[in-house]
């Protein structure tokens, strides 16, 4: 268990961090004026990249189909998982049990009908599982992607996000895979909060002979949540103190050169935390891809099996289907992505 005083650090830690990505100047790293989709398919838009992955994307990308072996990408949603504190993790809870009519046989709401049901709960964060980030969910200054006024992310009573919810790609990410196994590429492991590189991405893809096509789904194997499941409490503990592997920012004109959809890593934020040179700086590269390119971000994922059977056979792409939870107004949604080979 994480420590009240531990989740109250960290919370504070990024509550600050956010603050500075919100208000900090245009990324220097990355000045939105070069790296900028606001506009490519129209004003109004409110699906970002989403709109790579065309129906011929998708026509093409079934064609990928070949054994019809499917793996989830997905962790259990259960209290066991890695969560980004301040959020807490996912709590199941049982609201009709069989010991209830056990106890009580009369109990059942359908009166004297034989039929009974158990029923039940799921209370988390939308973002506390495998996921997908919506285009609402981040951004610096006081505009989101293509323009959309800060304001216009409301509290829950009065819509959440009125514009670019999750439900503006309910039926999105279906489409082509990308795995780009670094764990592999790098001998078999990844030190403490390395900094995955464009040249790291580069060459993953050329010694697995992979291809990126525009519309492409890119989802890149760090193997930081498989460590997560083999932590002790205490080192569950210290895990969100400590540096995290992710992509770093030099990756972020490269994605949007290739014109991905989405990318999702099996990590905590797909990209390195705290940032590699600018620590001060929390999560940039959330602020590049969703505010400035509208690019779709996963975050973690589960990729051990499909990992090795891509070792195996040699073909790390796939049919990948990623849909989100048709929750109007959210700003993500836990998902269950499906590769299918």
């Not at 793996?71 to 949603?77: D, R, V």
């Not at 050329?206 to 760090?222: E, F, H, M, N, Y």
């Not at 975050?299 to 059977?309: F, G, R, T, V």
């Not at 073909?315 to 836990?334: C, D, H, K, W």
Request: net charge negative.
């Amino acid at each position: 268990m994480i420590s009240k005083a531990l989740v109250l650090v960290l919370a504070s830690n990024l509550a600050v961090g956010i603050a500075v990505m919100a208000h900090a100047e245009g990324p220097a790293l990355h000045p939105h004026e070069k790296l900028n989709n606001w506009g490519k398919w129209g004003d109004d838009d409110q699906r970002g990249a989403a709109n790579y992955i065309t129906p011929e994307r998708i026509v093409a990308a079934a064609r990928l189909i070949q054994t019809g072996k499917t793996f989830s990408l997905a962790i259990p949603i259960d209290s066991n998982g890695p969560v980004f504190p301040p959020r807490l993790p996912p709590h199941h809870t049982m609201e009709i049990t069989g010991a209830d009519y056990v106890a009580d046989p009369g109990a059942s709401p359908f009166g004297k009908s034989p039929i009974r049901f158990a029923d039940d709960y799921i209370y988390m964060p939308l973002q506390g599982s495998t996921q997908w980030d919506a285009l609402s969910h981040g951004w610096y200054g006081e505009s989101l992607y293509n323009g959309v006024p800060e304001a216009a992310i409301r509290s829950s009573g009065a819509g959440g996000a009125t514009k670019l919810g999750i439900e503006n790609v309910k039926t999105s990410f279906l489409g082509r895979g990308v795995l780009v196994d670094i764990v592999r590429f790098k001998g078999g492991s990844l030190p403490e909060g390395y900094t995955i590189t464009r040249a790291d991405l580069e060459g993953a893809l050329a010694k697995q002979k992979s291809k990126l096509l525009p519309g492409d789904i890119l989802v890149i194997r760090t193997g930081l949540v498989e460590s997560w499941y083999d932590l002790d409490p205490v080192g569950r503990a210290s895990f969100f103190l400590n540096p995290m592997t992710g992509i770093g920012s030099d990756t972020v004109p490269w994605i949007h050169e290739q014109r991905l959809a989405g990318v999702a890593a099996d990590n905590i934020a797909l990209e390195r935390v705290p940032h590699e040179r600018a620590p001060e700086l929390a999560l940039p590269v959330h602020g590049n891809l969703l505010r400035d390119l509208g690019v779709y971000i996963g975050e973690i994922w589960w990729l051990e099996e499909l990992a090795k059977d891509c070792a195996q056979d040699g073909r790390y792409e796939f049919f990948l289907a990623a849909q989100p939870l048709y929750i109007p107004g959210a700003v993500g949604s836990p998902l269950n992505p499906i590769a299918v080979k």
